[in-house]
């Protein structure tokens, strides 16, 4: 089985008062996300994305970038990585394909 590099599960959470405004402005880091074209699946207190470590650590990187960029004066990020250069991670469907 060809299995990812890594996998990423990331929550951003802009320090934003209104609660409409925090959505508009996660909405806008997952349509990011989303336009990576990586295996993504969007839960609903975490985005999961397999691919290579670098990849998803500058897709980490940007996430932070489009909150502030959005106005956003802060935010809290939540990421676990399962990282195996060498043989891959289990993948998304692995995790999850048994339970849907």
């Not at 951003?12 to 993504?40: C, F, H, N, W």
């Not at 980490?60 to 004066?73: D, M, N, T, Y």
Request: net charge negative; with cysteine; aromatic share 6%.
């Amino acid at each position: 089985m060809n299995r990812p590099e890594a996998s990423m599960a990331i929550q951003v959470l802009p320090q934003v008062a209104a609660g409409d405004e925090v959505l508009r402005i996660v909405d806008k880091v997952i349509a990011y996300i989303k336009s990576a074209g990586l295996k993504t699946v969007v839960g609903p207190f975490e985005t999961v994305i397999e691919g290579k470590f670098d990849i998803l650590m500058d897709i980490a990187k940007e996430c932070q970038l489009i909150c502030i960029r959005e106005g956003s004066p802060g935010l809290l990020t939540y990421i676990k990585i399962a990282y195996n250069p060498n043989s891959g991670t289990w993948s998304i469907d692995e995790k999850i394909t048994k339970h849907n």
